[in-house]
């Protein structure tokens, strides 16, 4: 199972980027990298996943490396609706039955 | 497509009562979770199931029971409900299959007193 390290907080404003980085020196071959968006009083949301190389959808971009030993989640232009708290997790489908949140990266945009 | 669905949204026990929260989902999803979330803290699985038919230890399980006899139901049963057990509960599913999605419910808060 591999265990995934993120920041605890980030601040950013609006308007800027931000970056926010998992490592997980561990991952095996056939885990994916999935990250989750969590407010106040909700479960948590899917964002965006990845195997390899770089990924975007409407909301993100995932950058992974080679060796896939870290990730970094990108948010463009963040508005202040992207105060969150952020979870990286790294599994397959047969490891997420046993997969944990850990505290994730709280992330507070600012005007 | 309701997704995850959970009840009751907003739960008060006693010390020792006992408790089911419910939970279903109607995305044909064979695997389903229940996770707890304390105060600033991230979640923590409870019990989950592959199959109906199928449960399994998460990585808090005692105080708490669940069963799946049923693809879409998975209830969560707090037996002689204990303070430690106030907390955010998170039901949640996915497909089985290499990088699937966890959809979650929108909670349940239980607070034991």
């Known amino acids: 199972l591999a265990k995934t390290t993120q920041p605890i907080s980030m601040d950013s404003y609006e308007g800027q980027e931000v970056n926010i980085t998992c490592s997980h020196n561990n991952i095996a071959t056939n885990d994916y990298i999935t990250w989750y968006q969590q407010f106040p009083s909700q479960g948590p949301r899917f964002i965006i996943q990845?195997?390899?190389t770089k990924v975007t959808n409407e909301v993100a971009s995932l950058f992974i490396p080679a060796d896939r030993k870290s990730s970094t989640l990108s948010l463009p232009r963040v508005s202040l609706s992207d105060t969150a708290v952020y979870y990286c997790?790294?599994?397959?489908?047969?490891?997420?039955?046993?997969?944990?949140f850990g505290k994730g990266t709280m992330l507070l945009v600012s005007p | 497509n309701a997704g995850v669905t959970q009840t009751p949204k907003f739960r008060i026990l006693k010390i020792g009562q006992s408790m089911t929260l419910q939970c279903t989902q109607d995305m044909n999803h064979n695997y389903m979770y229940w996770y707890r979330q304390d105060p600033g803290m991230g979640l923590k699985l409870i019990y989950y199931s592959v199959g109906a038919g199928i449960t399994d230890k998460g990585e808090v399980p005692n105080g708490y029971n669940v069963s799946r006899s049923t693809t879409e139901d998975f209830p969560l049963r707090l037996e002689l409900a204990a303070p430690s057990q106030t907390s955010v509960y998170f039901c949640?599913?996915?497909?089985?299959?290499?990088?699937?999605?966890?959809?979650f419910g929108e909670g349940s808060w239980l607070t034991v007193v």
């Open positions: 949640a599913s996915s497909y089985q299959g290499r990088g699937n999605t966890i959809y």
């Open positions: 990845g195997y390899k």
């Open positions: 997790l790294v599994g397959d489908g047969e490891g997420y039955s046993t997969l944990t």
